[in-house]
């Protein structure tokens, strides 16, 4: 069977500071990112065992821990590739224009996707993600690790607002965070994944 695996990063731990620290960075790769992996390796095993032995009883809570866990990893998976230390400015070409369609203007969408980050309750996630059906952008709010998302949406930029991604550095103040997180944007890499996400939808 199958099991997942933590990536390794595409920049050293301190690539991304000031705007994230070292410190943080290790420790949210290393040993948070590590634990949903672990996670959702371990749940996989529990409902090997419980398709074994036909024991079903306990099936609610380990659908939900897997969900938790898989969500988490991908998302944190997305979220180091969405940063680089040669990030920021703004997109360009197609997305730029489809940002421009569906939000207005970029200036637009960044106050959505920033205080849709800024203001996630508790913990979670600020998203842009294409959806198929309407064939456009839309920014979500992911709550812990899944949920309010769009069915069959694909994320394609995501904020962490998970307090281990910023507290130690910016302490309660999760807008300053937020705000050093688009110059961080790996603009490349999201226009990327638009363009997939377009090749799946109109395959």
Same mark, same amino acid.
Request: charged residues 20%.
């Given at each position: ?5 933590? /990536? &390794? ?9 000031? @705007?994230?620290?070292? !410190? ?5 790769? *290393? ?53 680089? /230390? &040669? ?9 730029? @224009?489809?940002?421009? !369609? ?5 200036? *637009? ?95």
């Amino acid at each position: 069977m199958g099991t997942y695996a933590l /990536p &390794d990063l595409p920049y050293d731990y301190a690539a991304l500071e000031p @705007a994230i620290t070292g !410190e943080i960075l290790e420790l949210h790769h *290393a040993k948070h990112h590590a634990a949903y992996v672990k996670g959702a390796n371990d749940t996989l095993e529990k409902l090997a065992e419980a398709r074994d032995k036909e024991e079903f009883g306990g099936i609610v809570g380990l659908e939900k821990t897997l969900a938790f866990n898989v969500s988490g990893h991908v998302l944190h998976s997305i979220f180091w590739k969405n940063l680089s /230390p &040669d990030g920021g400015d703004r997109p360009e070409g197609e997305l730029a @224009a489809a940002i421009d !369609e569906h939000f207005g203007s970029f200036e *637009a969408f960044q106050k959505q996707l920033t205080s849709a980050t800024t203001l996630v309750q508790g913990s979670g996630w600020g998203v842009l993600g294409y959806e198929p059906v309407g064939g456009r952008l839309i920014v979500e709010q992911v709550y812990d690790h899944h949920g309010n998302v769009g069915i069959g949406s694909t994320p394609l930029l995501v904020f962490d607002a998970w307090e281990h991604a910023y507290y130690l550095q910016y302490r309660n103040v999760r807008p300053d965070y937020v705000q050093k997180l688009w110059s961080l944007v790996n603009w490349t890499d999201v226009n990327a994944r638009f363009e997939a996400a377009r090749g799946l939808a109109a395959g």
